[in-house]
């Protein structure tokens, strides 16, 4: 179901329940005050959530000393300097880059594997494909610091440490669990009789998962790509651990050293903190819709 | 078997056969290497380490830090528990209350989760250290006037605000999906009945919510008991390991100061034990309830 749609369905169902509230005597004085006492509750907990990120633009744009006089007022002056000087202390574009080779190396390995394994052990009958089943399922309880240490050992022996995309393929390794599970739920909503039938026509089991399923796996396939690429991009511990050298340094991880680097330079800091959130809002605000409605997805089916 | 089953399995392994090999190699080897190295002296370094038994584990339960950091996390998430799930129902309940607005609301509310809590982590360490104590001078509240960042008895706080920060829109968007699949004419039958906002809630929406109360109990449980973003961003475990939480010192064990692998992977074993045996306990106990309810 559609969140958005839904939330519009029931902006239109709200009328004829506030008329049939009102009939029922409840005085109309005191609604109002209600509804806007639950306005200002909500305002209130609006600014608190906006404020650090308010508090980071604004003062990105000042100088250290203007900062040191009035940390609330605006900038007399702009100062756009802090975001050349962060831009070039974090290394923006290559860190940019670094993140998407991880979140795109990730992103299409945990898709295509995961699509294929699960649409298969969802329609393959018998003990083998219940026994493999079981076997992904079976981790997805196992907290990512009870193997972490295993993890970095594994991949220093694959030579797979330092690289942005060794780090990708962990993930892929990390992420089929939950998205074999998600697939194999969604598959058995689409018809057997359409393999059956395409089987008949002699078409391949390749060409007939490739041409014909996965395009109809768009729904999960989006909610999947929306929860992966969210959890990859903003990972901390494990690039932490992999990416030993700065030029492999992902967004998070130059903010992070740029943020131990120089301590006290806020204005610096700011800066680099807006630059790596940029990416993110954006995107938050451009496919909104798709992410909310992914999230909410993903958390009940899983 | 048939010839027929053997092909149908043969095509079943050529699919699975990719996610399998990443699968086993990324989760399933250090899975049970992380489990057979908790057994040893292994130092991470050198290829010579031998079996020790339980000796790492006996340690563990004597560690005086490990078991500061271990109170110190069900501390943790038992605040989670309840302010994240109370809050989030709460935005949910009000956000959908409301008219055109709620759109709005809900984009606002969700916005830190689209963040890293080392992003978030930090901007609010500069609200802490920085906004704070000027608010402090210009109003002299004591609110602001303290060493929330330096100050073990605070900074438990402060981790605490930039957790449920970070967390609450995403239990609320759960729960407001939850709301939105409430049939109207449940609300509004009780609302002819005479039943004012609350106990339409308490009676009418909490109930048919309860599903989505197992999920966001389920997820607080597991994200709260392996909190280590929001702690690295804002105090690093300190001052001194006074707010160390399992994952931190699990971390600082085997890759800060001591680099004691084995007695590190003792340590996570015990941590995964935990959540599994409280994860099994939750559904075990919710699922009951929800059947009744």
Same mark, same amino acid.
């Given at each position: 179901?559609?969140?958005?749609?839904?939330s519009?369905a029931?902006?239109?169902?709200n009328k004829?329940?506030m008329?049939?509230s009102?009939r029922?005597?409840?005085p109309?004085l005191g609604?109002r005050i209600?509804?806007?006492a639950?306005l @200002? =509750?909500?305002?209130?907990?609006?600014?608190? +959530?906006? =404020?650090?990120i308010?508090?980071?633009?604004?003062?990105s744009?000042?100088?250290q000393?203007e900062?040191?006089?009035?940390?609330l007022a605006w900038?007399s002056?702009?100062?756009?300097g802090?975001?050349?000087?962060?831009?070039?202390?974090?290394?923006?574009?290559?860190?940019?880059g670094n993140?998407i080779i991880?979140?795109?190396?990730?992103?299409?390995?945990?898709i295509l594997?995961?699509?294929?394994a699960?649409?298969?052990?969802?329609?393959?009958?018998?003990?083998?494909?219940a026994?493999?089943?079981g076997l992904?399922?079976?981790?997805t309880l196992?907290?990512?610091?009870?193997?972490?240490?295993?993890?970095? +050992?594994?991949?220093?022996?694959l030579?797979l440490?330092g690289?942005?995309?060794g780090?990708?393929?962990?993930y892929?390794? !990390?992420?089929?669990?939950v998205?074999?599970?998600l697939?194999h739920g969604?598959?058995?909503?689409i018809?057997?009789?359409?393999?059956?039938?395409a089987v008949?026509?002699g078409?391949?089991?390749?060409?007939?998962f490739?041409t014909?399923?996965?395009p109809?796996?768009?729904?999960?396939?989006?909610?999947i790509a929306i929860l992966n690429?969210l959890?990859?991009?903003?990972?901390?511990?494990l690039?932490l !651990?992999?990416? +030993?050298?700065?030029?492999?340094y992902? @967004?998070?991880?130059?903010?992070?050293?740029l943020?131990g680097?120089?301590n006290?330079?806020w204005s610096?800091?700011?800066?680099? @903190?807006?630059?790596?959130?940029l990416?993110v809002?954006i995107?938050? !605000?451009a496919l909104?819709?798709?992410?909310l409605?992914?999230?909410?997805?993903?958390?009940?089916k899983a | 078997?048939?010839s027929?089953?053997w092909?149908?399995?043969a095509i079943?392994?050529?699919?699975v056969?990719?996610a399998l %090999?990443f699968?086993a190699?990324f989760?399933l080897?250090?899975?049970?290497?992380?489990m057979?190295?908790s057994?040893?002296?292994?130092?991470?370094?050198?290829?010579?380490?031998k079996?020790i038994?339980?000796s790492n584990y006996v340690?563990?339960i004597g560690?005086?830090?490990?078991l500061k950091?271990?109170?110190f996390?069900?501390?943790? %998430?038992l605040?989670?528990?309840v302010l994240q799930?109370?809050l989030a129902?709460?935005?949910?309940v009000?956000?959908e209350s409301?008219?055109?607005?709620?759109?709005w609301?809900?984009t606002?509310?969700?916005?830190p989760n689209?963040l890293?809590?080392i992003?978030g982590?930090?901007?609010w360490m500069?609200?802490f250290t920085?906004?704070?104590?000027y608010l402090?001078?210009k109003?002299g509240?004591m609110l602001?006037?303290?060493?929330?960042i330096g100050?073990?008895?605070?900074?438990?706080?402060?981790?605490l605000a930039l957790?449920?920060?970070?967390?609450v829109?995403y239990?609320?968007?759960?729960?407001?999906a939850?709301?939105q699949?409430?049939p109207?004419q449940l609300?509004?039958?009780?609302a002819?009945?005479?039943?004012h906002?609350?106990?339409?809630?308490?009676?009418?929406?909490?109930?048919?919510?309860y599903?989505?109360?197992?999920?966001g109990v389920?997820?607080?449980?597991n994200?709260?008991f392996?909190?280590?973003?929001?702690?690295?961003?804002l105090?690093g475990?300190g001052?001194?390991?006074?707010?160390?939480?399992?994952a931190?010192?699990?971390?600082?064990e085997?890759?800060s100061f001591?680099n004691?692998?084995?007695?590190?992977s003792a340590?996570a074993?015990?941590?995964?034990?935990i959540?599994?045996?409280?994860?099994?306990?939750?559904?075990?106990?919710?699922?009951?309830?929800?059947?009744r309810a």
């Amino acid at each position: 179901m559609n969140t958005y749609r839904a939330s519009r369905a029931d902006q239109k169902d709200n009328k004829p329940k506030m008329n049939s509230s009102g009939r029922a005597g409840s005085p109309r004085l005191g609604r109002r005050i209600g509804s806007g006492a639950v306005l @200002l =509750f909500l305002l209130i907990a609006a600014i608190v +959530t906006l =404020f650090p990120i308010y508090m980071a633009l604004l003062n990105s744009v000042k100088t250290q000393g203007e900062m040191l006089t009035n940390i609330l007022a605006w900038p007399s002056m702009p100062e756009f300097g802090n975001y050349v000087d962060a831009f070039q202390k974090t290394r923006y574009l290559r860190s940019l880059g670094n993140t998407i080779i991880v979140v795109a190396v990730g992103l299409t390995g945990i898709i295509l594997f995961s699509s294929m394994a699960g649409y298969k052990l969802s329609r393959t009958p018998g003990k083998l494909s219940a026994i493999l089943f079981g076997l992904f399922v079976m981790s997805t309880l196992i907290p990512f610091h009870s193997i972490m240490i295993t993890l970095v +050992t594994i991949s220093k022996e694959l030579r797979l440490q330092g690289s942005t995309v060794g780090l990708g393929l962990l993930y892929i390794g !990390l992420g089929v669990a939950v998205a074999i599970f998600l697939y194999h739920g969604f598959v058995k909503s689409i018809p057997r009789e359409l393999d059956e039938a395409a089987v008949m026509d002699g078409c391949g089991e390749f060409r007939l998962f490739f041409t014909i399923i996965l395009p109809l796996l768009m729904p999960i396939t989006a909610t999947i790509a929306i929860l992966n690429t969210l959890w990859m991009w903003n990972d901390f511990l494990l690039p932490l !651990l992999m990416l +030993t050298n700065y030029k492999s340094y992902t @967004l998070l991880l130059s903010t992070n050293m740029l943020f131990g680097e120089y301590n006290n330079d806020w204005s610096a800091i700011l800066a680099s @903190l807006v630059l790596a959130m940029l990416p993110v809002i954006i995107l938050y !605000l451009a496919l909104q819709k798709y992410i909310l409605h992914g999230i909410a997805e993903g958390a009940i089916k899983a | 078997m048939t010839s027929r089953t053997w092909k149908r399995n043969a095509i079943l392994l050529v699919f699975v056969l990719p996610a399998l %090999v990443f699968y086993a190699a990324f989760t399933l080897a250090p899975a049970f290497g992380g489990m057979w190295y908790s057994f040893t002296d292994w130092n991470g370094l050198g290829p010579s380490y031998k079996a020790i038994g339980l000796s790492n584990y006996v340690e563990a339960i004597g560690d005086r830090y490990f078991l500061k950091s271990l109170w110190f996390t069900v501390k943790f %998430v038992l605040y989670m528990l309840v302010l994240q799930n109370v809050l989030a129902i709460l935005l949910a309940v009000l956000v959908e209350s409301l008219g055109r607005s709620k759109v709005w609301f809900r984009t606002i509310f969700f916005m830190p989760n689209m963040l890293s809590l080392i992003i978030g982590g930090f901007m609010w360490m500069f609200i802490f250290t920085r906004v704070f104590p000027y608010l402090a001078d210009k109003t002299g509240w004591m609110l602001f006037d303290q060493s929330w960042i330096g100050d073990p008895n605070y900074s438990f706080f402060a981790i605490l605000a930039l957790s449920l920060w970070g967390g609450v829109g995403y239990l609320m968007i759960i729960y407001i999906a939850a709301i939105q699949g409430v049939p109207k004419q449940l609300k509004e039958a009780a609302a002819i009945d005479g039943a004012h906002a609350f106990h339409i809630f308490r009676h009418v929406t909490l109930p048919m919510i309860y599903p989505a109360l197992t999920i966001g109990v389920f997820l607080t449980l597991n994200s709260s008991f392996k909190v280590f973003d929001s702690v690295y961003a804002l105090t690093g475990g300190g001052p001194g390991r006074s707010t160390q939480v399992i994952a931190i010192n699990i971390y600082e064990e085997a890759f800060s100061f001591s680099n004691r692998y084995g007695y590190a992977s003792a340590k996570a074993m015990i941590l995964f034990g935990i959540v599994l045996i409280i994860t099994i306990i939750q559904l075990a106990v919710m699922k009951r309830r929800e059947v009744r309810a």
